[in-house]
C-alpha cells in the first residue's frame, strides 16, 4: 500500500509559478513510477508529468519546458514546478504512484487531488 498526500496548489496569477508537492508512505526507491495527473472541469484526467525510481522523466507536449517534476529520495516526495502558468493549466492536479509486483503485479495508487487556479 501506499498513502500518498499533495500540498502546494491555490490560486496564482498567470504567469505565476507553483510548486506541488506528493509526499509518499514509503520509500520511493521501492515505487517503480510517480508523476502527476490533472484533470480540468469537463476534461479527462491526462498524465502531467512521470519520474521512474531511476530517475528517467516523461512530460506531457503542452508542458514540456514550463514543468519541472523532480524527486528528494530522503523525503519521499515528489515535486512538481509549474512556472509561467496560464489559466489552460488550471485543474486538479493528482499524484500517482505505479508498483510493479513479480509476476506481473500492477498496483496503481493516488492522491486525493490538490486544485490549482490560474486566475487574475
Known amino acids: 500500500q501506499v498513502q500518498l498526500v499533495e500540498s502546494g496548489g491555490g490560486l496564482v496569477q498567470p504567469g505565476g509559478s507553483l510548486r506541488l508537492s506528493c509526499a509518499a508512505s514509503?520509500?520511493?526507491?521501492?515505487?517503480?513510477?510517480m508523476g502527476w495527473y490533472r484533470q480540468a472541469p469537463g476534461k479527462q484526467r491526462e498524465l502531467v508529468a512521470s519520474?521512474?525510481?531511476?530517475?528517467?522523466?516523461n512530460y506531457a507536449d503542452s508542458v514540456k519546458g514550463q514543468f519541472t517534476i523532480s524527486r528528494d529520495n530522503a523525503k519521499n516526495t515528489v515535486y512538481l514546478q509549474m512556472n509561467t502558468l496560464s489559466p489552460e493549466d488550471t485543474a486538479v492536479y493528482f499524484c500517482?504512484?505505479?508498483?510493479?509486483?513479480?509476476?506481473?503485479?500492477?498496483?496503481?495508487?493516488w492522491g486525493q487531488g490538490t486544485q490549482v487556479t490560474v486566475s487574475s
Open positions: 500517482h504512484a505505479r508498483v510493479l509486483s513479480p509476476p506481473g503485479y500492477v498496483n496503481d495508487y
Open positions: 519520474i521512474t525510481s531511476g530517475g528517467s522523466t
Open positions: 514509503r520509500n520511493i526507491f521501492s515505487i517503480n513510477r
